[in-house]
């Protein structure tokens, strides 16, 4: 049973508009959110993260929304550029509530910024 | 600050070698994670150490496996008897985490692409 998901593998996006990549979650315990972005044969670069007590984060053109009720994150890039072609993986943990602290990862959204 | 850093990047092996890993987490973190991805899944944890003590094993590392930080620095991942289905890429992870805080961020190294044959 996935516990998080990612259920669009693949997006296609203009230079210059906005990416948006979702993510849902089941397991209530979760309360930490990351969003790494992974190029082939590399291992995944953190890029931001959310903690269950806000409901935004922004870093410069990333922005990740928190929606609790929902169990649903959003990851927003704006403007996009090509070199955001990547795969981005959510993932989630449940530190604070159960002090375990692994990441579960989503099977990834495939991001393609057209020229 | 060089990051994470694992080695080998590469390697192919015969099906029933051993192999083994290293992972040099970044210098002041003190947690120490591995997970194995494979094609079209997420990272998946299999285990994680802080200091030189393994605190949790997740149900995928079977009896082949085993993880090793002996001194609270590097760590070793061996899979003996190695089987088909352990190909995949290993990856390492390190975090500063503080007490009951454990919020943190992993950091992840760039892997090791196992290809049994």
């Known amino acids: 049973d996935q516990q998080v998901k990612q259920n669009s593998p693949s997006l296609s996006v203009q230079e210059g508009r906005i990416s948006i990549l979702n993510c849902d979650y089941t397991?209530?315990?979760?309360?930490?959110f990351l969003w790494y972005k992974k190029y082939p044969a590399e291992g995944p670069t953190f890029l931001i993260s959310?903690?269950?007590?806000?409901d935004k984060n922004e870093d410069g053109r990333f922005t990740v929304f928190l929606n609790k009720s929902a169990k649903h994150l959003s990851l927003h890039i704006v403007p996009s550029q090509p070199g955001d072609s990547a795969v981005y993986f959510c993932a989630a943990s449940a530190g604070l509530n159960s002090g375990n602290t692994p990441l579960v990862f989503g099977k990834g959204t495939r991001l393609s910024v057209i020229a | 600050d060089t990051g994470v850093s694992q080695d080998p990047r590469h390697k192919i092996t015969k099906r029933g070698q051993n192999v083994t890993f290293r992972c040099d987490p970044i210098?002041?973190?003190?947690?120490l994670y591995w997970y194995r991805q494979t094609l079209g899944q997420g990272p998946e944890f299999l285990t994680y150490f802080q200091n030189e003590a393994q605190l949790e094993k997740s149900r995928l590392l079977s009896d082949r496996f085993s993880a090793e930080r002996p001194k609270g620095s590097f760590s070793t991942l061996e899979i003996q008897r190695t089987e088909q289905g352990d190909s995949a890429m290993y990856l390492c992870?390190?975090?500063?985490?503080?007490?009951?805080?454990?919020?943190?961020?992993?950091?992840f190294g760039p892997g090791t692409r196992l290809l049994v044959l």
């Open positions: 397991n209530s315990m979760f309360d930490y």
């Open positions: 959310i903690s269950s007590i806000k």
């Open positions: 210098s002041e973190h003190n947690r």
């Open positions: 992870a390190s975090s500063l985490g503080f007490g009951t805080s454990v919020q943190e961020t992993q950091y």
